[in-house]
């Protein structure tokens, strides 16, 4: 057999090979299928259509902005919340997309927000406060004031009842402490009362 067509038996029979083995593990590993917790089934309580308001807070001499927007949360497979946002500030219009489960491993919620302003994924991790009503998520992303810097940010949801949420949008400054630079409120959309 010439060292040419040798090799290329060899490599084919080393991708059979491996496609078995690769088919053994396969059969021999059935996926388990992850079954929601407690801290899966509280994030069930953001699901459905919000309409949003926002807002800056009165820096003095900054002018306050304002931005409004409409929420619509789904459930995927119990485990994660998928929330579809469409927002407007300052005559400027964008979508965001926001995931939101829980690692039961790190014990944490985990997550991600992606929109259509900036080209950065922001990646959650957090947990709930003492009370179980208010959901805090820390962020790392690019700084507001440095381009080649990042900073850390917190995202806070707390449910004031099963139809309004008060959020709140926080930056970590240099001391450690937090310092709130936008807050806001969700109002669940209730459905039209049919005649």
């Known amino acids: 057999m010439r060292p040419a067509r040798a090799h290329r038996c060899f490599g084919l029979l080393f991708v059979a090979a ?8 396969a059969d021999a590993q059935e ?5 929601p917790t407690a801290e899966h089934q509280w ?9 949003a308001e926002s807002c800056t807070p009165d820096g003095g001499d900054q002018p306050t902005m304002q931005c409004t927007g409409e929420v619509t949360v789904r459930s995927l497979g119990g485990l994660w919340i998928v929330s579809e946002i469409k927002m407007t500030m300052q005559g400027q219009s964008t979508e965001a997309v926001q995931t939101i489960g829980y690692d039961p491993k790190q014990k944490q919620y985990v997550g991600t927000w992606v929109d259509g ?5 922001w990646r959650y991790e957090g947990a709930r406060d003492a009370t179980g009503n208010k959901l805090m998520l820390v962020a790392e992303g690019p700084s507001m004031t440095d381009p080649n810097a990042t900073m850390k ?9 099963a139809d309004e ?14 310092i709130t630079f936008m807050t806001g409120r969700m109002t669940r959309e209730k459905p039209a009362a049919s005649d």
């Open 153 to 161: 940010y917190r995202d806070s949801y707390e449910f004031k009842s």
């Open 165 to 178: 949420i008060v959020s709140t949008a926080e930056i970590q400054g240099p001391d450690g402490k937090w």
């Open 31 to 35: 996926p388990v299928a992850s079954t």
């Open 18 to 25: 491996v496609s078995r083995m690769a088919c053994g593990i």
């Open 117 to 121: 302003m900036m080209n950065h994924l």
């Open 43 to 51: 994030l069930q309580r953001f699901v459905g259509r919000w309409k």
